[in-house]
């Protein structure tokens, strides 16, 4: 996916469709608001990690899961493992940053929550208002401060087991300087929850081995 040059993150939301409804709005706000509390998307864009155009590059993403996602159902709600898999190529391929820290499975559990909140059967927009209120509220609260992440630990972002307190240190670290714990982050950990579950009810649990005896190896990302 190749970012194409927009106006402005206005014009993304505008670019939902001709006529958007309350739900696709707040779901594009919601996207634009987790994009600024985002530290590494953040520093892609002040510090132009991208080129000129990084701003642009943002707004292009910002509009493409907005299109790819911003509708009701089940069919339009986005896999974890999946979104967390572009939001990764994305930062490599547009801003040239090989993410070390977790953070994009962070970002994707968000959006995924949020999706959940926002598109709820019942059309009630009252919990998503709350929902998106709450990034407007980090937002203002880390508004000025300087994006900081950390590489994670190795290439595959293990932590050994001896390192568990650490790893929940990382873990506060990672809600703290994406603004908090939120309700949307409370869904996308039930929705992974949900989709792991449904999804190893369909793989198969032994070894594929076809005709000829050769195994094949089902793999799919780990999330961190």
Not at 107 to 125: M, S
Not at 186 to 209: F, H, N, S, T
Request: charged share 30%.
């Amino acid at each position: 996916m190749s970012a194409q040059p927009s106006t402005s993150t206005s014009a993304a939301i505008a670019q939902i469709d001709n006529a958007p409804t309350p739900q696709q709005l707040l779901f594009a706000k919601s996207i634009m608001l987790t994009f600024e509390l985002w530290p590494a998307m953040r520093l892609a864009v002040s510090e132009q990690w991208g080129g000129p155009d990084s701003a642009d590059k943002r707004d292009f993403l910002l509009s493409h899961l907005c299109d790819q996602y911003g509708n009701p159902g089940s069919a339009f709600e986005p896999d974890l493992d999946d979104l967390a898999d572009i939001l990764e190529g994305y930062m490599i391929d547009e801003y040239e940053a090989r993410l070390e820290d977790g953070s994009p499975d962070w970002v994707a559990g968000r959006i995924v929550g949020l999706h959940r909140v926002i598109f709820a059967p019942e059309e009630d927009t009252t919990k998503a208002q709350a929902a998106v209120r709450e990034l407007e509220k980090a937002y203002e609260e880390l508004k000025g401060k300087k994006a900081t992440f950390e590489q994670g630990k190795n290439e595959d972002g293990e932590v050994d087991g001896e390192d568990a307190d650490e790893e929940m240190r990382d873990a506060r670290s990672m809600a703290q300087s994406h603004g908090g714990v939120t309700e949307a982050d409370r869904q996308g950990a039930r929705v992974g929850l949900e989709q792991d579950q449904a999804r190893a009810a369909r793989e198969p649990q032994g070894p594929i081995v076809d005709e000829d005896g050769f195994e094949t190896v089902v793999s799919r990302r780990r999330r961190k």
